[in-house]
């Protein structure tokens, strides 16, 4: 059974950092893509960031770029990605969540990820 567990959100001010992150069980990502999603009140899913197996290809949504970094801490934790998230501002705000879907190898974030985390609520305050 494949499960994916986030921790890392909270209530930070603008400026400040969080580290986001997602321990899987049940798949290996060498064959993955994994990402992060985030969904803000009212608004719909937005793709953050993904990244293609152990270090392999990553994608950034143009809101988070320069910002934000997706890695993984292979071979130490290889069972676990972040999103390491400086700069946050208060449009960041949002709950997110890690998702995983074996078998895609590209860095893109359309379409079906087929297993999602139970989601982390970030906030950031102005």
């Known amino acids: 059974e494949v499960q994916l567990v986030e921790s890392g959100g909270g209530l930070v001010q603008a400026g400040g950092s969080l580290r986001l992150s997602c321990t899987a069980s049940?798949?290996?990502?060498?064959?993955?893509?994994v990402g992060w999603f985030r969904q803000a009140p009212g608004k719909e899913v937005e793709g953050v960031s993904c990244?293609?197996?152990?270090?392999?290809?990553?994608?950034?949504a143009d809101s988070v770029k320069g910002r934000f970094t997706i890695s993984t801490d292979y071979p130490k934790n290889p069972n676990t990605f972040y999103l390491q998230m400086t700069n946050l501002k208060p449009e960041d705000t949002a709950v997110y969540y890690c998702?995983?879907?074996?078998?895609?190898?590209?860095?893109?974030?359309?379409?079906?990820?087929?297993?999602w985390g139970q989601g982390t609520q970030v906030t950031v305050s102005s």
């Open positions: 049940g798949f290996t990502f060498d064959r993955a893509t």
């Open positions: 990244m293609v197996g152990y270090g392999g290809k990553t994608y950034y």
């Open positions: 998702a995983a879907d074996p078998g895609r190898l590209l860095a893109t974030m359309e379409g079906n990820y087929d297993y």
